[in-house]
């Protein structure tokens, strides 16, 4: 199954890229217990997607593609269709791990270790780096844990899927069809009839307000608040803390063995690869060829780069005469660092056995361990200093802060004063909406808009919105949900109904157009120059466009089609066809990458399928009040 996986590496990133989000979205809270709450927002098999699961993948993805989307982001990802669409993606990541539970498909720890060992960007000079793993787990605000959990799920995902995306298979016919369909070429001009043009009389009061009742919901602003709030931080202590020069030398002096540059070697290796589970035959074949390899080193050992180009089988390395560079001990897999540490300078080792295979090794430089001197160390120990001495002011005043927004709820000047700390306003938040830093943190946003905060108007809780950051709020000014008043929004209305007016005109006056050119008559058009484009080099149009322009018969030319697009009605005149040549989309070469897409697409239709069937076999609820409760 997972050699499956990794040989089918770009139908699986397609398969999980349809059907599943990015599995942190789905967080780790939720992978590890997953409680039922009493508002969820659905429910896939009896198992519930909880509202903070949901909002967590919200606000994950909003994250994600708002630099994408550029300015008009946030009227999308703010959308109930985007919301529907997240939710549909929790419900397929769900109905996928139910049909994998039942079928007890598993993923073992021996399979999650070469998975991730395997991973080049975890890999220094060809070897599997623990430092660069805690590194990068690190860097996800994980444990080794959580990512393994998480990991080890998103490895089960692909072993559900991979059998139905592997199962659509492309007849040569169908899909050299289809690839001449693509790449047909079609002669085009084009002229708009552009709504601008028709701009009429402003629409009368009884419009405006009868447009105004019928569409109450466009008018909706979301319940709205103001802040004051105070930012406790580890990092202002970091920053007053001071160091003096007798607790420098002091540390230094404590920590000695922390300031000890350990021994590195640098060797060279010939690598015959060897999978560790090879038959005795491999075994012994690989054996003999690096028993030949030494021999020849034995008798010219100055030979050795040019039999590393010749026959290491490590493309890291081999290009380079088989140097690996310096490294410290831990950083190569135990029977390479116990031979290689073992070694001479300039010492040929006897053929070495790794889980990679075999390597015959040669040492070519000692750097012996070495202590640092105090002045090399300085700005790191006055740092780490620093780092204590604040955690430490920080954990004293972290109680305190608690204590003092708690038992003065009224004003947060008490504390301010207390830890010198300076009051800050937010803007207006919209309660539902991406709010900003530090109130994105899904509990003091809670916090700011619950009944306490906004009907007493007392202090939150000192909340820990970021490790060793507190921040306590108090709301200055509120707004409730409303819908904005008919005189407010009187003037957007009217020219709504003025744009309205014009797109109708002009797709009157278009279609009148299209009609008398049909008919092989003029029309007061201005046309465009004509330019062929194929269905794969039509990207600058809507879909709309391509579709009538691609889907219109060219028996006779030139052919006529029209759309309404968002500028008024699009006219397009076809002059002329190229059909793509079957013997070139026979032939391999760039065509085979579109047949690729086709397979592609195929998956795609047969995973889509698979997934109606499994609504079937888990019945799925979705609670809408709840999703549209923002």
């Known amino acids: 199954m997972f050699d499956s996986v990794r040989n089918n590496k770009k139908i699986v990133q397609l398969v999980l890229a349809i059907i599943i989000l990015p599995f942190a979205l789905w967080g780790v809270d939720s992978y590890v217990r997953g409680g039922r709450g009493s508002n969820e927002l659905a429910t896939v098999g009896g198992t519930p997607i909880a509202p903070d699961e949901f909002q967590r993948a919200l606000s994950q993805q909003q994250e994600r593609l708002r630099p994408q989307l550029g300015g008009n982001a946030n009227k999308l990802l703010e959308s109930m269709e985007f919301r529907r669409g997240v939710l549909q993606e929790l419900i397929n990541q769900r109905l996928l791990l139910l049909y994998a539970g039942k079928g007890h498909l598993a993923v073992g720890d021996g399979v999650l270790r070469d998975v991730i060992t395997s991973q080049p960007s975890l890999q220094v000079d060809g070897k599997f780096s623990r430092e660069r793993y805690e590194a990068l787990v690190a860097s996800q605000n994980m444990s080794v844990e959580q990512f393994e959990a998480l990991l080890r799920r998103d490895l089960l995902l692909q072993q559900a899927s991979l059998p139905v995306a592997n199962a659509a298979l492309a007849g040569r016919l169908s899909a050299d069809r289809w690839l001449m369909a693509q790449l047909e070429e079609r002669e085009v001009a084009a002229a708009l009839v552009r709504a601008d043009q028709f701009a009429g009389a402003t629409p009368d009061a009884d419009a405006v307000k009868r447009y105004y009742e019928e569409n109450r919901a466009r008018f909706e602003q979301p319940e709205q608040l103001r802040v004051d709030y105070l930012v406790l931080s580890q990092d202002r202590f970091v920053r007053e803390a001071s160091v003096d020069e007798a607790a420098i030398k002091a540390w230094y002096e404590a920590n000695a063995a922390r300031y000890v540059k350990p021994e590195q ?142 038992e003065q ?45 906004i009907k007493n108007r007392r202090n939150t809780e000192a909340i820990e919105t970021a490790p060793t950051t507190l921040v306590s709020a108090r709301v200055a000014e509120h707004r409730p949900a409303a819908v904005l008043p008919l005189e407010q929004v009187a003037g957007t209305i009217a020219k709504a109904l003025q744009r309205e007016a014009g797109l109708a005109q002009a797709a009157t006056a278009g ?65 002329g066809v190229k059909p793509f040549d079957a013997a070139v989309a026979s032939a391999p070469g760039p065509a085979d990458m579109l047949r690729q897409q086709y397979q592609q697409l195929l998956a795609q239709e047969e995973m889509f399928d698979w997934l109606a069937a499994l609504r079937g076999q888990y019945e799925v609820k979705i609670n809408s009040a709840a999703l549209e409760r923002r």
């Not at 005469?321 to 070694?343: C, I, N, Q, S, Y």
């Not at 040929?348 to 015959?360: A, C, K, N, Y």
């Not at 909406?433 to 916090?447: D, I, S, T, V």
């Open 265 to 406: 070697r640098r060797a060279s290796h010939i690598l015959l690869r060897l999978d560790k589970n090879a038959s005795e035959g491999e075994a012994k074949a690989a054996a003999e060829k690096a028993a030949q390899i030494l021999d020849q080193l034995k008798a010219n050992s100055g030979d050795f780069a040019k039999l590393a180009k010749q026959h290491s089988q490590d493309p890291g390395s081999a290009a380079n005469g088989g140097d690996l560079g310096f490294f410290g001990r831990g950083m190569m897999v135990k029977p390479f660092e116990e031979a290689a540490f073992a070694l001479r300078e300039d010492q040929v080792s006897e053929p070495v056995r790794s889980d990679f295979g075999i390597h015959i090794i040669r040492l070519t430089g000692i750097r012996p361990q070495q202590a640092q001197k105090l002045d090399e160390v300085r700005d790191e120990i006055i740092a780490e200093l620093k780092r204590q001495a604040g955690a430490k002011r920080y954990a004293e005043a972290a109680e305190n802060f608690a204590n003092v927004v708690y």
């Open 409 to 453: 709820p009224d004003s947060l000047q008490p504390a301010a004063e207390k830890f010198a700390l300076k009051v800050q306003s937010s803007d207006w938040l919209a309660k539902g909406g991406a709010l900003p830093e530090p109130f994105a943190n899904e509990k003091l946003a809670q916090a700011i808009f619950g009944e306490d905060a």
């Open 511 to 575: 279609q009148a157009a299209l009609e008398k050119l049909r008919r092989g008559e003029s029309a007061a058009l201005s046309w465009s120059t004509a330019r062929p484009m194929s269905r794969m080099a039509a990207q600058d149009l809507d879909e709309a466009s391509r579709a009538a322009i691609f889907h219109a018969a060219t028996d006779k030319l030139p052919a006529f089609v029209g759309v309404k697009v968002p500028a008024g009605f699009a006219l397009y005149r076809i002059d």
